[in-house]
């Protein structure tokens, strides 16, 4: 809003310091022509690493050279005066102050009825104290609504970069126990092979010395051909330092990245459609890797595993623990849900596909992602699921989408896991079809 109080604001936007964040102090002006307390460049350059540089702009200079700078020491001070004077407010009301009943909003202040009608604040904008209490409690709860948005969103980078971590050292112990192994197993069919050697030596050293002479030659070259050999201790150091190398290396890799190629490696499943469980208007094909929904309802027999009214089908696989990874495409599709569910879900008559149900989802239905929970739960993933990821983390009690391309993090369930735990397909239009990757 055009005013005297935007004004100020701006002025005193352009005369803080880069340094300090507060008004200038004694200011000086570098060659580059930025300013900056006298103070604060003094402590900048009293460091004793690196060279004579800005600040703001890094430009090296060979010589401390500092203007003082008059005129903006001049704004900060002509500042302060406005301040000063534009916080003074009515000064009829010093001793009645319940007639304060206006709020100046150029000048930020109280004003009584009276000095409302004064030269100063004659062509000001006022409004009533309780608007003006009003405007800056919501100005409040916006800024509190954004700081809360931004913790969560930081909780949500603080919980990817765990699980990264997570993996990581999931994977250096693999490495070094499978390494461990291959050692231990080599070692003892080499020491299988010394004490077998030892013996025969001892047995020959009993014999008569025509005997002994005679194989002496062969036994003698036979150990020293022995040699035990020796773990490649280096490469295993080499292989732990990349698997837990820091961020910092990783540079060039978002966390997604990484994310994706250190589950595919460790926790990605070979899911398959179990045909027993599929609604009779689905049609599953290609070795259970395949699912559509037909216009027509299949004959098929009426089993207990069967979902008979919505049209969804269950993975063959199920789990009870540990982290599982799989992936789902999804081909020309407007209405589907992808997710898991518990063996103990409804089969017979309509169910609705939330969590408390024992379901845990997202799909696309109109042209909008959701997650399916009983409250519309919307999704803005920046980029159309073409291939879903989900993670199971079934210890933790999690199980988490992503988009398998990007490996852009779409949604996370979080619920005690106390029984067994099915991949879920849920297709309503004909024109979708699910695939899940091999």
């Known amino acids: ?70 005129q903006l020491g001049e704004a900060v001070q002509r500042l302060h005066t406005q301040r000063a004077q534009s916080s003074r407010g009515c000064e009829c009301t010093k001793k009645q102050h319940e007639n304060l009943k206006l709020f100046c909003r150029n000048d930020e202040s109280l004003l009584c009825v009276v000095c409302d009608r004064s030269q100063d604040h004659r062509s000001h904008n006022m409004i009533p104290i309780e608007e003006a209490a009003q405007e800056y409690k919501n100005k409040v709860e916006s800024e509190k609504r954004k700081v809360v948005v931004e913790f969560a969103q930081l909780r949500q980078l603080l919980d990817e970069q765990e699980k990264i971590l997570l993996i990581r050292l999931d994977a250096v112990g693999m490495k070094l126990s499978k390494t461990e192994s291959r050692i231990a197993s080599r070692l003892s069919t080499e020491t299988s092979s010394l004490q077998k050697l030892v013996q025969e030596t001892k047995e020959m050293c009993q014999k008569p010395a025509a005997e002994f002479l005679k194989n002496v030659k062969s036994a003698i070259m036979r150990c020293e051909t022995v040699r035990l050999p020796q773990p490649n201790v280096s490469l295993m150091a080499d292989r732990s330092d990349t698997l837990v190398r820091r961020p910092s290396q990783d540079s060039q890799l978002s966390s997604s990245c990484i994310l994706l190629k250190e589950i595919s490696q460790q926790f990605k499943e070979d899911v398959t459609l179990d045909g027993k469980t599929a609604n009779p208007y689905l049609v599953v094909y290609e070795n259970g890797k395949r699912v559509k929904r037909c216009d027509t309802k299949q004959d098929m027999p009426d089993n207990p595993e069967r979902f008979d009214s919505d049209p969804c089908i269950l993975a063959c696989e199920g789990f009870t623990s540990g982290r599982h990874y799989w992936e789902v495409e999804v081909e020309d599709g407007r209405y589907w849900a992808v997710g898991v569910t518990k063996e103990s879900v409804r089969r017979k008559g309509g169910i609705r596909a939330i969590p408390e149900e024992g379901i845990w989802a997202i799909g696309l239905y109109w042209n909008q992602y959701r997650a399916l929970t009983s409250a519309v739960t919307h999704l803005s993933p920046s980029q159309g699921l073409k291939k879903v990821g989900l993670f199971l983390d079934y210890d933790l009690g999690q199980i988490t989408f992503y988009n398998a391309e990007s490996m852009e993090h779409v949604y996370t369930f979080h619920h005690r896991f106390t029984e067994k735990i099915f991949p879920l397909v849920w297709v309503w239009s004909t024109e979708t079809r699910i695939k899940l990757s091999p």
């Open 1 to 70: 809003m055009p005013g005297r109080s935007s004004a100020m604001y701006s002025l005193s936007t352009d005369l803080t310091c880069p340094v300090c964040l507060e008004y200038y102090s004694d200011p000086v002006t570098l060659a580059c022509g930025h300013s900056f307390c006298l103070s604060c460049i003094s402590r900048c350059w009293e460091r004793p690493y690196g060279s004579f540089s800005c600040p703001v702009c890094r430009q090296n200079f060979t010589q401390r050279t500092l203007k003082r700078n008059q």
